[in-house]
């Protein structure tokens, strides 16, 4: 069974976090078409957080439709994410490495590389949210 | 829905000072409230307040529809985990149990007994036999026995060490998914507030200064951060909270009601510890520049 986790630094809201790392579970075929996800007591019992905030994370799986709850029993997953997405890495990978040898040619280091990286992301999911 | 707690205009003076004064609240049910401030801020008096421990000088009160400790019904609507989670020290575990069995009419025994299993407490051991991360989950078993819908908590982690606080909080929070309870406590550990608050209160020298949904919070506050320009720059939907300048450099906390178009300041997230430290610093609300660097 899957076991969260919270990255404080991460900037991302806790509920945001657990969302990612079941997406990412997914896409890694570490979780499954089928598997149940831990239940809203064991998840607040082990990270001591707010239920509100696993609740939230669920509903927005749902909402994804990545998962399902069934009254009483749990919430399981209903799609898996990894084929399409493995298939699409590696095309992806190799256009990021022609991105990164042009930034390198053009004279920035590893750490503005990571910089422009993190703030085109987050400036994206700031256009995608508004 | 009923309000867990609402407050207007309320005040508790002691002498010629006010402990506490002109707190307007409106406290939503089902959330778990972090209130932080610094000491004397008036934390202790709001929580007891909201018990009806004290009785208030100014201004109403109003805890899940009813008035603070006015009679039995409301005394079992609400729980209340004192400063330090104390217990008797000479009493033993079980004991305790009788004693929370007899003074509480909606008692959850089987619910007392099952936590004090998973806990592994021994019912025969006192109080004083206990480690302190055991005294204080025993102090939580009393407080969620009585069934309350509203578990007041003041500073209950502040003497335990981080395991057992993460364990104690693991199982307030199991508690809160198992039944329908607010749950308000105060704590100086903000990291922890992190984790569990979805709703702030922030006071400040007797004054709620911040007060609303964290989500809602952390939304609408930002850091700006760029070269030092002054305060009058600033578009007015935003409102500084507090802000400190180097010879070069401004950076200021905002509470933003549009998006900031100016792309010469550097935008940033805050955390709750952020969002909590600039409202203390800024308090009261006159001395909002006092952080500006000769």
Known sequence: MLEFYLEPASGLPPYLQLVRQVRQALQLGVLRKGDQLPTVKEV???????????????????HQDLVAARPGV???VTRSLGSTSLAAHSALRSELHDWLARSRQAGLDDESIEALFVAAVRAQARGDVA | MTAALEADGLGLRYGR????????????????????GANGAGKTTLLSLASGQLTPSAGSISVLGGRPGSG?????????????TPTYAGLSVRDHLRLGAKLNPAWDDALAQAR?????????????????????????????????????????????????????????????????????????????????CDYLVVLAESRVVLAGSVDELLATHHRLTGARREGSRIPRSHKVICAS??????????????????????????????LVIAYMVAAPPDRTLLGVAQ
């Open chain 2, 116 to 196: 004090i299993r998973r806990l592994g407490l021994d019912p025969r051991r006192r109080a004083r036999q206990l480690s302190g991360g055991q005294r204080a989950q025993l102090a939580l078993t009393l407080g969620l026995a009585k069934r309350p819908e509203l578990l007041l908590l003041d500073e209950p982690v502040a003497a335990l060490d981080p395991v057992a606080r993460r364990e104690f909080f693991g199982s307030l929070m199991e508690a809160m998914a198992e039944n329908d309870l607010t749950v308000m406590l105060s704590s100086h550990l903000v990291a922890d507030l992190e984790r569990l």
């Open chain 2, 72 to 84: 039995r019904v409301q005394l079992a609507k609400v729980g209340f985990v004192a400063q330090g």
């Open chain 1, 44 to 62: 607040v019992a082990g990270l001591a957080i707010n239920p509100n905030t696993v609740q939230k994370a669920y509903r927005e799986l749902e």
């Open chain 2, 245 to 274: 300048h180097t010879e070069r450099h401004s950076t200021l906390i905002v509470r933003a009601r549009e998006p900031l178009l100016d792309p010469t300041w550097t935008v940033s997230r805050l955390t709750l510890e952020d």
């Open chain 1, 74 to 76: 749990g919430t399981f």
């Open chain 2, 17 to 36: 000072s006010w402990a506490l004064a002109d707190c307007t609240l409106e406290i939503p049910a089902g959330r778990v409230v972090g209130l932080v």
